[in-house]
């Protein structure tokens, strides 16, 4: 059952052939599976698996295998043209297997490969057709037309790339691609829905979104920026606590850290510090983390070249970022040069987070969070640590399930509905309204949009969680709002849309940016019909009267500092949800 190329039939040959032999494997008392060697025949336009009586048998060539229920041992066909995806898989022991699903989202059997040959079918299929590998799964192949042009980038291309060597062309065709990604076949992205349209939802609806109609916000309040926090030691007592975390976090959301204090105090906003921890017992966490961090650093660094070569997860990963840090942030001085020890930092950091967190492992865009890290702390142990509390709060933007990006997305598209009803329509109209063309700003929360000193400035005001978890989404929404006129009045299409979106990297002023922002948050605050579940998407929403006592019902830390904004209010509303009670006006102690 060995693979072997096709001999004889030259570049033009026809077909590739597989093997097929009878082998009943029972997998336990009470239920029988057939396993037997496929012979797959591949033509110009069709994917088949002759029965167990084929005459095809004959010609033995490669191998692999099917696990079908008892009696079923019929042939399957799928012309190439339905083919929707294809998933490599692997099992803990080492052997391949590959599951095709065609359009309509049916899977067929899954095939088990014995001895290798995946690679060998890809590129057999891709004389035919066009496997592109998914940017949010490196096992999913998405297959096209060969003219169809819908995909000429990967996914690092898109993402790791030095952002001014992007390409419209490419950034245009991997976003597309993100929709196949995101949505299975011939199934819409449910979560919003145009105003006033009622339709019942249906068993395929995304679980948890409800109907978005459209509510008056009224006036969005002005908001300034303030000072940025410069005296750090007047939060400080005699021992070395911080006296009030809260009013420090207010501080940095409003106006940000001046440079010469953002390695300190980012190491409590990451939670690398206590925020009740005196001076004493901060001395005593770095001796314990830094002897932490090189255990964890010689497990990878005592790993020789042999036991490696039999370690394909740790290759890979070694491979993932040795590639990316010779590409992250080079134009900075910190890592520029191809001697930079700051590149050394970078790498090392890297391989002992894999230690750290070796399910996850890295994945690539991990890197572009690293580096701001690195360059404010000048120091691995703290930018390590550091990393490890960032990743708390992104970590699911890297998982393999992808999920994490999804919600975020559908979550943008309930606030966008809410916020500007117009502008989803458009959007809807121009098969835009998946918001795919954020996907990038949302996973590396906007670290190729602006330039490097403003994302210095943007995560310390994120990490404050201030004025709600998902301010980041907020972001996204001011700055789609900000280029509606542009949008809308330009009469854009799909692909002028991706153009304009992606023009706009490093040339958004971040003030603006996160003024409109916050504005956005006062202004949906204030709105007491405001849908419950975008109430939730901002941390507004409160439990109706009967769980009152509940935890969820306390007031929200942001209270104080958002409460002379609220007052300028919008106008009231009535409520729309008889079962959900409005967040009222904060108010100051």
């Not at 409800?210 to 969005?220: A, D, H, K, N, S």
Request: net charge negative.
């Amino acid at each position: 059952m060995e693979w072997s190329p096709v001999q004889g039939e030259g570049k033009n040959a026809p077909a590739v052939f597989y093997t097929k032999k009878v082998r009943p494997t029972v997998t336990s008392p009470t239920k029988s599976l057939c396993c037997f060697n496929v012979h797959l025949f591949i033509s110009q336009n069709r994917v088949s698996c002759p029965g167990v009586h084929s005459e095809r048998l004959k010609i033995t060539l490669m191998s692999c295998s099917v696990l079908l229920p008892p009696g079923q041992w019929g042939s399957f066909s799928l012309p190439l043209s339905e083919l929707y995806s294809l998933r490599r898989a692997r099992f803990s022991l080492g052997r391949n297997f590959m599951v095709l699903t065609s359009r309509g989202g049916h899977p067929l059997p899954p095939l088990h490969f014995h001895r290798g040959g995946t690679r060998e079918l890809l590129r057999a299929m891709q004389r035919y057709i066009r496997l592109a590998p998914s940017p949010v799964d490196g096992r999913l192949f998405l297959a096209y037309p060969h003219d169809s042009g819908a995909l000429s980038q990967s996914f690092d291309e898109l993402f790791i790339q030095d952002p001014y060597a992007t390409t419209f062309g490419g950034f245009s065709k991997v976003t597309n691609f993100f929709r196949g990604a995101l949505r299975p076949p011939e199934s819409p992205l449910h979560g919003c829905t145009p105003a006033g349209n009622h339709a019942p939802h249906t068993a395929d609806d995304e679980p948890g979104f409800e109907l978005i109609t459209c509510v008056q916000l009224g006036p969005r309040p002005t908001v300034t920026r303030g000072q940025p926090l410069d005296n750090w030691e007047q939060f400080l007592d005699s021992e070395g606590r911080v006296t009030d975390p809260q009013i420090v976090k207010e501080l940095v959301f409003r106006g940000g850290i001046i440079p010469p204090l953002r390695k300190e105090v980012w190491k409590f906003l990451l939670g690398f510090f206590p925020w009740n921890s005196t001076a004493k017992e901060r001395e005593d966490i770095i001796r314990v983390k830094t002897d932490e961090y090189f255990r964890m650093k010689v497990q990878w660094k005592s790993v020789s070249e042999e036991q490696e070569m039999r370690n394909s997860l740790l290759r890979g990963y070694r491979s993932l970022i040795e590639r990316d840090v010779n590409r992250t942030d080079r134009q900075n001085p910190f890592f520029s040069g191809n001697e930079n020890p700051g590149l050394t930092l970078l790498h090392d950091v890297l391989m002992t987070y894999c230690m750290y967190n070796f399910d996850l492992g890295y994945v690539q865009g991990m890197s572009d969070l690293l580096a701001p890290l690195l360059f404010v702390t000048q120091n691995e142990v703290e930018s390590f640590w550091c990393l490890t509390g960032f990743m708390e709060l992104v970590h699911q933007n890297f998982e393999e399930s992808q999920e994490a990006m999804k919600q975020q997305l559908l979550q943008l598209s309930l606030l966008l509905r809410a916020l500007d009803p117009e502008l989803c329509d458009y959007l809807d109209s121009q098969d835009s309204g998946s918001l795919c063309f954020c996907f990038r700003w949302l996973l590396i929360w906007y670290k190729r949009e602006f330039p490097f000193d403003d994302i210095l400035s943007l995560w310390e005001v994120l990490w404050t969680r201030i004025p709600c978890a998902n301010f980041h989404l907020l972001l996204a929404c001011a700055i789609l709002v900000s280029q509606r006129g542009e949008l809308i009045g330009s009469n854009h299409d799909f692909n002028s849309i991706l153009k304009h979106i992606n023009e706009l990297n490093m040339k958004l002023d971040l003030e603006s940016v996160m003024c409109e922002a916050e504005g956005i948050y006062l202004q949906m605050a204030q709105c007491k019909e405001l849908p419950v579940r975008v109430q939730e998407v901002l941390g507004l929403y409160v439990p109706s009267s009967s769980d009152e006592e509940s935890p969820q019902s306390e007031p929200k830390e942001t209270d104080g500092l958002l409460s002379q904004s609220l007052a300028r209010g919008a106008t009231a509303c009535q409520p729309s949800n008889p079962h959900a009670t409005p967040r009222p006006p904060p108010t100051y102690p």
